[in-house]
Nanobody, 124 residues
């Protein structure tokens, strides 16, 4: 199993920045990619961003709604992935979930492992 622990959520104002962290532990060799999803109240969980973690040349992917504002990065030595979120909007309000898994080829990704989620609220 792979355990994922998120941190960094909170309440911010529109236009602010926030950084999420996700540390992976356990059988991390079972995952070649890590990323983020989010779920707003009354909506389905949606893809946010993901990156290959097993080699430096791996691609990164972003949802159209966050391109240019969010940046995913990783520290392979720490088995940690980050999500830098800039220019936050009220519509970014959601529970953000860290995810890990295999076969990342685009935004239509189905992870194998999930974190417990962290709330981000953006006030207008």
């Amino acid at each position: 199993q792979v355990q994922l622990v998120e941190s960094g959520g909170g309440l911010v104002q529109a236009g602010d920045s926030l950084r999420l962290s996700c540390a992976a532990s356990g059988r991390t060799f079972r995952s070649t990619a890590m990323g983020w999803f989010r779920q707003a109240p009354g909506k389905e969980r949606e893809f946010v961003a993901a990156a290959h973690i097993t080699w430096s040349g791996g691609n990164t992917y972003y949802a159209d709604s966050v391109k240019g504002r969010f940046t995913i990065s990783r520290d392979n030595a720490k088995n940690t992935v980050y999500l830098q979120m800039n220019s936050l909007k009220p519509e970014d309000t959601a529970v953000y979930y860290c995810a890990a898994g295999l076969s990342l080829r685009g935004t239509d990704w189905t992870p194998n492992y999930w974190g417990q989620g962290t709330q981000i609220t953006v006030s207008s």
